[in-house]
T-cell receptor, first 112, second 113 residues
Framework: DAKTTQPPSMDCAEGRAANLPCNHS???????VYWYRQIHSQGPQYIIH???NNETNEMASLIITEDRKSSTLILPHATLRDTAVYYC?????????????FGQGTILTVHP | KAGVTQTPRYLIKTRGQQVTLSCSPI?????VSWYQQTPGQGLQFLFE???????NKGNFPGRFSGRQFSNSRSEMNVSTLELGDSALYLC????????????FGSGTQLSVL
């Protein structure tokens, strides 16, 4: 799995967009970028994933740079319930057999 | 559709004992993987089962073992508990375990005294 680097913490005002960066300069061509988040005392929750195109779903948008060395997760209108640890993970998929390599993630704090 | 169910939610054991944790995956999911989460080491992969076979294993001692039943339900066992085994144990399921998104349970919080 690709090594990923994320800032340890970020703050965001409620109602504003939260932009969480992730560096994955060693990602290989067949590795997807996945984002999960973990709210205190719960299991991680899948947010979104992508290979090279930008992706959007009901939770967030994922912007991947053309060289695929970094990406940004965007929560368009952050709420207090978005306060969580956000993990960016690179994984090859086909042979992962249930394994995700979690880093330390980014603690996002959304304040009123 | 019910989510991933883990039981029990909390467990207190003493050193030297053994413990068995249970995980029921989402209906139709055949891959079940287990993770350990501690404040110091973060989330670490333990092992994955598919069709009752262990396909992948993390770097944990042999005291940690698991199994999967024909209905895809899984159990993990830790023998000869150590204080350092205190952690949140998480189970996740997916259809095939081949890179698709994982669905996690709420975990079992194990405390070893």
């Amino acid at each position: 799995d690709a090594k990923t680097t994320q800032p340890p913490s970020m703050d965001c005002a409620e109602g504003r967009a939260a932009n969480l960066p992730c560096n994955h300069s060693t990602i290989s061509g067949n590795e997807y970028v996945y984002w999960y988040r973990q709210i205190h005392s719960q299991g991680p929750q899948y947010i979104i994933h992508g290979l090279k195109n930008n992706e959007t779903n009901e939770m967030a948008s994922l912007i991947i740079t053309e060289d695929r060395k970094s990406s940004t997760l965007i929560l368009p209108h952050a709420t207090l319930r978005d306060t969580a640890v956000y993990y960016c993970i690179g994984t090859a998929g086909g042979t992962s057999y249930g394994k995700l390599t979690f880093g330390q993630g980014t603690i996002l704090t959304v304040h009123p | 559709k019910a989510g991933v169910t883990q039981t029990p939610r909390y467990l207190i054991k003493t050193r030297g004992q053994q413990v068995t944790l249970s995980c029921s995956p989402i209906s139709g999911h055949r891959s079940v993987s287990w993770y350990q989460q501690t404040p110091g080491q973060g989330l670490q992969f333990l092992f994955e089962y598919f069709s009752e076979t262990q396909r992948n294993k993390g770097n944990f001692p042999g005291r940690f073992s698991g199994r999967q039943f024909s209905n895809s339900r899984s159990e993990m066992n830790v023998s000869t508990l150590e204080l350092g085994d205190s952690a949140l144990y998480l189970c996740a399921s997916s259809f095939q375990g081949r890179g698709e998104k994982l669905f996690f349970g709420s975990g079992t919080q194990l405390s070893v005294l």
